[in-house]
């Protein structure tokens, strides 16, 4: 028995280790698989492959006073196979990155400049425990994968920060955005989250959604077609 969990483990090492190259720079002109981008030739690898520009300074603030920046495998190309990203947020006066999701990597905030609430949902008990704690300069946090977190600008001045995921690509999906910015329907939203459907209604304006109709009983919404 001893041996072969000895073994076991041995190949779940050699196939965590089984990277032949250096790097992998992504080829933006092949195609991009469940792993990652092809390798870009060797001969055609530069330093500006492994540096970004991209979060010098902050973005445009949107509708909930912040910005992000990313820089994801897709925008810098040293980073593919490598297993990390990284991420700039900047916060106006009460600015908020709302609830939100990473489904293929852990996070981690530092905080720049000004106060920041932060926190995270825990889906170990059925108490959906949330973990919140308010951030000052160079403190930081760690929001577990695939778990809702967010982050808000609780100071008076504008707030700063930089987050780092153990992806090249961790995907993200945004609570509000999966809503009413998609083509669920009024009547499905309703159902399953017993929001009133006016309010769904102009929700979906405001983040430019569609599938807006006003059936919000239930017995009505199951005899729709979707």
Known sequence: MIPTI?????????????????????????????TGYSCKSPKDVTVDDFVFHGLNSSGTLNIFNSSVGFAFDSQFPGL???????????????????????????????????????????????DNVAYIKTLNKGDVMVFPQGLLHFQINVGDSNALAF?????????????????FK????????????LLDATIVNKLKGVFGGSGLNYVVDHESARNMQY
Do not use: K
Request: net charge negative; glycine share 10%.
């Open 163 to 179: 987050v780092a995921l153990g992806s090249s690509n961790p995907g993200i999906q945004t609570f509000d955005l999966a809503l």
């Open 80 to 126: 593919n196979g490598l297993g990390i990203t990284i991420g700039r947020l900047d916060f106006g006066v009460g600015g908020v990155i709302p609830l939100h999701t990473h489904p293929r990597a852990s996070e981690q905030i530092v905080v720049i400049e000004g106060t920041i609430l932060a926190g995270f949902v825990s889906t170990d008990n059925v």
């Open 182 to 193: 998609s083509d669920i329907s009024t009547s499905i939203i309703t159902a399953t989250t």
């Open 6 to 34: 000895f073994f076991i483990f041995s190949l779940l090492s050699l196939s965590h280790a089984s990277l032949v190259v250096d790097f992998c720079v992504a080829d933006y002109t092949a195609p991009n698989g469940p």
